[in-house]
């Protein structure tokens, strides 16, 4: 029982890392109806730079606001310059562009930075806490928790709560309309786009200590936030906070009690399974036809 709990402990730190990445992608498909492949690698290179920042004697807490800037602004650029032009062509223009923007991203990561892995630091203990036989969370892992459930209470709060918010729900759901009531529909959809790569930055910055950073990190973490928004439905920004954590516990298990090749299989497994019983994702809102 002990070991149960520490497993499950354990999976609840990677699990928040792929519920941030799910969440940057489920604010990108809700607002334009795009999958962004390009995530994860845009994410990479932002950790990159806060850990040049590191290099030059930067503190942590400087690094990650280079992180989380850049993100904004990586995410605004993409959006505005490379896939507003294709945004209302046929759906697999903007595929096509982020799976572009993905290959670019990795190649400059790689000419820039080198292809040697540098593990990131931490600002919090990696050691884990004790409770008796429980092996309980690390500071770092409280951490990681904390920071992700924060993003996600400050993103509710900002689409529920606010004008700026309102508006970009309405430019996500009724454009059309929305314009005719005056909302800068195009501004509002960069600004979702520009949110989706900050969280997407904060993702990188988390895993980075435990992934070493390099070029292809981030490429099995976008897989497995992937999977965790498809799970959770791609339309439901809660059902992609439960579908990541999920998946991290599961995948913890499969790790621990059946060895860590099969985790990658385990996730297909279910993604499949999932997709079997309910095609939109398990806390999706949106009635799927079946002919």
Known sequence: MARFLSVTLG?????????????????????????????????????????????????????????????????AFVERVLVRPVENGPPLNAVVVTLGVFIVVEGLAGMFFGGTPHRYPTHFSNVNYRVGDVSALAPFDIWVIVSVLVVAVLLGLLFRYTDVGLRMRAAAFEGEVARMLGVRVGRMLTLGWALAAVIGALAAVLVSPNVPLSPTSMDEVFVFGFTGAVIGGLDSPVGAILGGVGLGVLLNYVAAYAGSDLQTLSALAVLVLVLMIKPSGLFSTTATRRV
């Open 11 to 75: 999976g609840l730190s990677g699990g928040m890392i792929y519920a941030a990445v799910a969440l940057s992608l489920v604010l990108i498909w809700r607002a334009t109806r795009v999958l962004n492949f390009a995530q994860g690698a845009m994410a990479m290179f932002t950790a990159y730079l806060a850990y040049k920042v590191l290099e030059h004697g930067g503190s942590y807490w400087v690094a990650l606001l280079v992180a989380l800037a850049s993100g904004l602004v990586l995410g």
